[in-house]
């Protein structure tokens, strides 16, 4: 069982950043995946970009390039820095964990990021 924590979203205007840090707990497996996906209002959950703890790192068309995750993996954390943000990133967005080779994965209880003038 792990648990994540997700913190930093918030208010921004467009063309604003703001970073996003999760924090795992719980039965940590030494190979897995942790990254951010996001849900906006009358649409579907959708992956945002994930990294491996061996490096390997997934993002969405849009936000590729303005947008970096990170690892630091001796604190069982990943961070999502949002850079030149626009209205359509406002979303709820949700940490994501899972152990390689095992089917069950973890959500966090999600962080309201709002791109706004």
């Known amino acids: 069982q792990v648990q994540l924590v997700e913190s930093g979203g918030g208010v921004v205007q467009p063309g604003g950043s703001l970073r996003l840090s999760c924090v795992a707990s719980g039965s940590i497996g030494l190979r897995n995946v942790m990254g951010w996906y996001r849900q906006a209002p009358e649409k579907e959950r959708e992956l945002v970009a994930t990294k491996t703890s061996d490096g390997f790192t997934n993002y969405a068309s849009s936000v590729k390039g303005r947008f970096t995750i990170s690892r630091d993996n001796a604190k069982n954390m990943v961070f999502l820095q949002m850079s030149s943000l626009q209205s359509e990133d406002t979303a709820v967005y949700y940490c994501?964990?899972?152990?390689?080779?095992?089917?069950?994965?973890?959500w966090g209880q999600g962080t309201q990021v709002t791109v706004s003038s």
């Open positions: 994501y964990y899972n152990t390689r080779g095992v089917r069950d994965e973890s």
